[in-house]
């Protein structure tokens, strides 16, 4: 399961820096278009699709660093509870009604 996890992360990881670079690629084709005086409207119209697509990704992004992470927390549970030997009632001092508490 770790690996599925790892493997998602690093598609959603390409995903995000491949929509960045759409992203970037049809902003600079609205600004030509501006500048040059063309309608750049359906331009414009992809380029919100492809920042909505890019949030989406980047949120998909998020979510997996943090499933990734809870999951290396979780694997890592055994290391940071080390067995130790039990502790007996027998070696446990008991204090008596008549006695203080040691402080």
């Known amino acids: 399961m770790g690996g599925d996890i790892q493997e998602r992360l690093r598609c959603a990881e390409r995903h995000v820096v491949e929509g960045a670079q759409h992203v970037d690629r049809q902003r600079d084709l609205v600004k030509a278009l501006e500048r040059s005086g063309q309608n750049a409207a359906t331009e414009r119209r992809i380029l919100r699709q492809l920042e909505a ?15 990734s992470q809870s999951l290396w927390q979780l694997t890592s549970l055994p290391t940071l509870f080390k067995a130790t030997e039990p502790t007996f009632v027998a070696d446990v001092p008991f204090l008596t009604p008549d006695q203080p508490p040691v402080v």
Do not use: E
């Not at 980047?58 to 660093?65: A, C, Y």
């Open 53 to 67: 697509v890019q949030a989406l990704q980047v949120g998909d992004l998020g979510r997996l660093q943090t499933q």
